[in-house]
């Protein structure tokens, strides 16, 4: 399971090339408009989220700053990841892909994780298998530029699980999920992610063979990283919680739910 046979090729030559380092006028403040934009999403307010966005990208427009305008389309596929807008989003991974191509950035990190938030999206809407060779070449500019147990490469492991998986790949969706849990396991303050990837192979395991006794062993362990008295219960957690709960339920982990949802309530984090 160490062995994954790679996807099929993916035409790059527009990704490649030297990185374009040419100065451009100020535009927006990244950094700030992230601080802000978190603000509305704790907040839940997506609506007032795409109009910062939208300004900011004119911003970047009109200064000629098209890192900025980059960072800015990023941040618009998950933004549409969660309204669920297509065609949108669509329009997102299409200016990503130009933007990365025009300036040469495809072989750069920040340019694959970019990519890698574009495929994650052909993924959320419907394009599993034209993601996959998007994720083959975000894996090997990881490879090249970051430590193996950085960060980065678990939630590439577990989006191109899932990829994976939605194309009937459940042997390589098991192994990267794996590599997920070796990753996230050698680092602190996990226990959200790795949860989640539990979950995520419970429901591979069930999808396979609904007596499959791995699937209980797998909520077990995702019930325990969320139940760890050490874990923060911020606004992560909650969020965490939410997408972890109703595949409790529906396995029938009660304990974990119950015990979930009053930690929730407790702190505010469902009503």
């Not at 996959?132 to 678990?154: C, G, M």
């Not at 998986?165 to 303050?189: C, H, I, M, N, S």
């Amino acid at each position: 399971m160490d062995t994954i046979e790679p996807f099929c090729p993916f035409d790059n030559t527009a990704y490649t090339g030297v990185p374009d380092a040419g100065r451009t006028d100020r535009g927006p403040d990244i950094p700030e408009l992230i601080k802000e934009l978190d603000a509305l999403y704790a907040k839940n307010d997506l609506a007032a989220a795409e109009v910062l966005i939208d300004e900011g990208i004119e911003q970047a427009l009109g200064a000629g700053d098209w890192r900025s305008e980059l960072s800015l389309v990023s941040e618009q596929l998950g933004l549409y990841r969660k309204t669920m807008e297509k065609d949108k989003a669509l329009r997102a991974i299409a200016d990503a892909q130009r933007l990365i191509g025009e300036h040469a950035m495809g072989r750069t990190v920040s340019g694959a994780t970019v990519l890698l938030n574009a495929a994650t999206t052909m993924k959320c809407f419907g394009n599993a298998e034209g993601s996959l060779p998007l994720f083959e070449h975000v894996l090997t500019v990881y490879s090249e530029n970051l430590d193996p147990n950085d960060y980065r490469f678990a939630g590439l492991y577990n989006n191109m699980a899932l990829s994976c998986e939605d194309t009937g790949a459940f042997e390589k969706a098991e192994a990267f999920f794996g590599r997920a849990l070796a990753v996230l396991e050698k680092l602190p303050d996990t226990n959200n992610d790795i949860a989640v990837t539990w979950c995520n192979l419970a429901e591979l395991y069930y999808a396979r063979d609904c007596e499959d006794e791995r699937v209980s062993a797998c909520m077990e362990n995702a019930g325990d990283q969320l139940l760890d008295s050490a874990l923060k219960h911020d606004g992560y957690f909650a969020f965490t919680a939410g997408k972890c709960l109703p595949l409790f339920d529906a396995f029938g982990f009660f304990y974990y739910a119950s015990r979930l949802r009053k930690i929730l309530e407790e702190s505010n984090g469902i009503s």
